[in-house]
């Protein structure tokens, strides 16, 4: 087992990762730029080293000033959390020619996931169903109308190296189709410098349904069940929630098991998420996130397991702690993200917090960096914490969250904790009842168009 790990993060992942290690008897190395001086992740590692400017190009994706820092310090691992350089096959190959340890998959999982021409390709040829679409990118405006033409529309033309909703264009009908192609293919090169697109056939009310993957590197893989993460602003999650409301145990078994087999015919170690739509009892694969997700917690509520200790496990070599069955769905859980923006618009809103408590009690979870008199900086994303709530059923579990919002102050700042008390008195969220569009539809419905 490892002595020392680094973690190449800031936040409440950071702080996530901290935890764990401490648990396990670890040591732990927190990287900050220095915004971050102040920061909790800062406070509560064994290490801290500071890694450059707030700029996030200059201190968190720094790739030599992360290894320095390994070096400086001794780690003998990194763990990457979510975001930043989580996904960068070329952190992670630079990190294993240092002679260090990735908390991860190997690069190449990360490369073959990341495209996501490569990743729909491998997922086919693995038996995981995939949206009806173009084989590969599509090389131009002329080969894009006749994707369209024999798919019919709507389509979706999506940046082979996208993300987070950047890249995305939607094309109603052929009159849409050259300013959505081109628009795409501009944003995935100002994005990520690459502007390939694919087309896939869009899917009118898909609900977003995401499996949870284990690997341990060596041919064996779990499945955790789905997560259902249907509401979503502007391809951005906002509510998850574990198991899904319209899944039942047959379905989770079959589409988890393809999944796991999937991943252990290629060796994937460490965790993984494969991503669907799922539409009139069908899925469709859409990616894969070769990472710890921001809803990790509602799978460890109702499989009682720590996802980032495993990680730190197979890691270092050990074999998992738990096999498929072992792993039994208990009760319900939900996660709602509150972000440091101001409503209706969403707009950011960093400052600093005059008082901050943490909802408590039974079944009640407060992932978050948050202090009273913490600053929260202008220079990374808005989410400041993760509120996580697990009951016996359902409707046990939005009670949950309805009083724990309640119970949440956090103040100097405004936050989206409004949004889940107004979501919570919804019918269509009360039942379970709603798809990928519904929280958008809602969103314009009462505050009109952004």
Not at 131 to 137: F, T
């Amino acid at each position: 087992m490892f002595n020392k790990i680094l973690i190449a993060n800031r936040g409440e992942i950071a702080l996530r990762v901290i935890r764990a290690a401490r648990e396990m008897g670890i040591k732990s190395v927190a990287v900050h730029s220095t915004a971050d001086s102040d920061a909790m992740h800062v406070r509560m590692a064994d290490e801290a080293v500071c890694i450059g400017p707030p700029s996030g190009t200059q201190s968190y994706l720094s790739i030599p000033a992360i290894i320095s820092a390994c070096e400086i310090t001794g780690a003998e691992a990194i763990h990457p959390g979510y975001g930043f350089l989580s996904e960068n096959a070329d952190f992670v190959q630079v990190v294993e020619d240092h002679g260090l340890k990735f908390i991860g998959p190997t690069a190449e999982h990360i490369r073959v996931m990341g495209d996501k021409i490569t990743a729909k390709d491998t997922m086919k040829a693995l038996g995981v169903p995939c949206v009806p679409g173009s084989n590969g990118g599509v090389p131009d405006l002329e080969a894009a109308y006749k994707i369209g033409d024999e798919f019919g529309y709507p389509v979706i033309i999506k940046a082979t190296a996208g993300g987070g909703g950047r890249g995305m264009k939607l094309a109603s009908s052929r009159d849409e189709m050259e300013t959505a192609f081109r628009t795409a293919r501009a944003e995935g090169k100002s994005a990520f410098g690459n502007d390939e697109v694919y087309i896939e056939k869009y899917l009118g009310a898909p609900r977003h349904i995401e499996i949870q993957v284990f690997g341990d590197g060596k041919g064996k893989a779990v499945h955790l069940g789905e997560r259902d993460c249907s509401l979503q602003r502007r391809h951005q999650k906002v509510f998850e929630e574990a198991p899904g409301p319209v899944i039942d145990a047959e379905t989770r078994a079959r589409i988890g098991k393809t999944c796991a087999d999937a991943v252990a015919s290629i060796n994937y170690a460490g965790a993984g998420t494969i991503e669907f739509l799922y539409e009139n009892g069908e899925f469709f694969f859409i990616e894969m996130n070769t990472r710890l997700q921001v809803e990790h917690p509602v799978t460890e509520a109702i499989f009682d397991v720590d996802l980032v200790r495993e990680q730190i496990r197979v890691a270092a070599g050990e074999e998992m702690s738990f096999k498929q069955e072992d792993l039994q769905v208990n009760g319900h859980a939900i996660e709602v993200r509150i972000n440091a923006e101001k409503l209706p618009n969403f707009s950011p809103c960093p400052g600093k917090i005059t008082q901050y408590h943490a909802p408590g009690g039974l079944g009640v979870r407060m992932d978050s960096a948050l202090y009273d008199g913490y600053s929260i900086p202008p220079y990374y994303d808005s989410l400041i914490a993760k509120l996580i709530v697990h009951a016996p059923d359902r409707a046990g579990a939005l009670a949950r969250l309805n009083r724990a919002l309640g119970e949440m102050i956090v103040d100097g700042i405004d936050t989206t904790a409004p949004l889940f008390n107004a979501l919570l008195q919804e019918e269509a969220v009360q039942t379970g009842n709603y798809n990928i569009h519904w929280l958008e539809q809602w969103l314009e419905a009462h505050t009109g168009p952004e």
